[in-house]
T-cell receptor
Framework: AQSVTQPDIHITVSEGASLELRCNYS??????LFWYVQSPGQGLQLLLK??????LVQGIKGFEAEFKRSQSSFNLRKPSVHWSDAAEYFC???????????FGAGTRLFVKA | NAGVTQTPKFQVLKTGQSMTLQCAQD?????MSWYRQDPGMGLRLIHY???????AKGEVPDGYNVSRLNKREFSLRLESAAPSQTSVYFC??????????????FGSGTRLTVV
């Protein structure tokens, strides 16, 4: 069965510092992987996605993520965090061509001045 | 603006009351889903639909019914609300996996409280 683990419930980084949010997944075949961001009181917005090919994918707002099959990971990174990046981030896995997308529990990012 | 529209945004129900959450999308998406979001649990899939007239159960379907009467609209009904259904509900839609823009578009959510 598909599952997603985000080990960090919350993370605090200083503005301008680099960021890495961890995501581990469990899935029998090559998965479709996603990162979404949710600002307070809003729905989720797609940041980036991985289907196949280059394991380093670029997304919106300066985010990138790297798929590592050997580690079953899809970590999200950003070189320099801005105060506006404070939000909750969700990793998700979907089956290739399938109908269900399973979400992790989320990591809340706090940015300090 | 293109997207997913949910109504209402807020609702308070008494235990045992019924209500329908409405969702409509204007992106010609085939797939639509209802999720609930609870603190520390991420989003859990309630029901989904892969096309007009089709519905299927997700991870947590009990206590909910859905209806996909046409391609645009996908409603979620609570027949007899319970306090355990207090949550934030999101409707989401997406294109078929073979299409370029694969990834959900979410509505802004409905915050439901059952007292």
């Amino acid at each position: 069965a598909q599952s997603v683990t985000q080990p960090d419930i919350h993370i605090t980084v200083s503005e301008g510092a680099s960021l890495e949010l961890r995501c581990n997944y469990s899935y029998g075949a090559t998965p479709y992987l996603f990162w979404y961001v949710q600002s307070p009181g809003q729905g989720l917005q797609l940041l980036l996605k991985y289907f196949s090919g280059d394991t380093l994918v670029q997304g919106i707002k300066g985010f990138e993520a790297e798929f590592k099959r050997s580690q079953s990971s899809f970590n999200l990174r950003k070189p320099s965090v801005h105060w506006s990046d404070a939000a909750e981030y969700f990793c998700a896995v979907g089956a290739s061509g399938g109908f269900k997308t399973i979400f992790g529990a989320g990591t809340r990012l706090f940015v300090k001045a | 603006n293109a997207g997913v529209t949910q109504t209402p945004k807020f609702q308070v129900l008494k235990t045992g009351q019924s209500m329908t959450l409405q969702c409509a999308q204007d992106m010609n998406h085939e797939y639509m889903s209802w999720y609930r979001q609870d603190p520390g649990m991420g989003l859990r899939l309630i029901h989904y639909s892969v096309g007009e007239g089709t519905t299927a159960k997700g991870e947590v379907p009990d206590g909910y019914n859905v209806s996909r009467l046409n391609k645009r609209e996908f409603s979620l009904r609570l027949e007899s609300a319970a306090p355990s259904q207090t949550s934030v509900y999101f409707c989401a839609s997406r294109a078929k996996p073979t299409e370029k823009h694969y990834g959900y578009t979410f509505g802004s959510g409905t915050r439901l409280t059952v007292v």
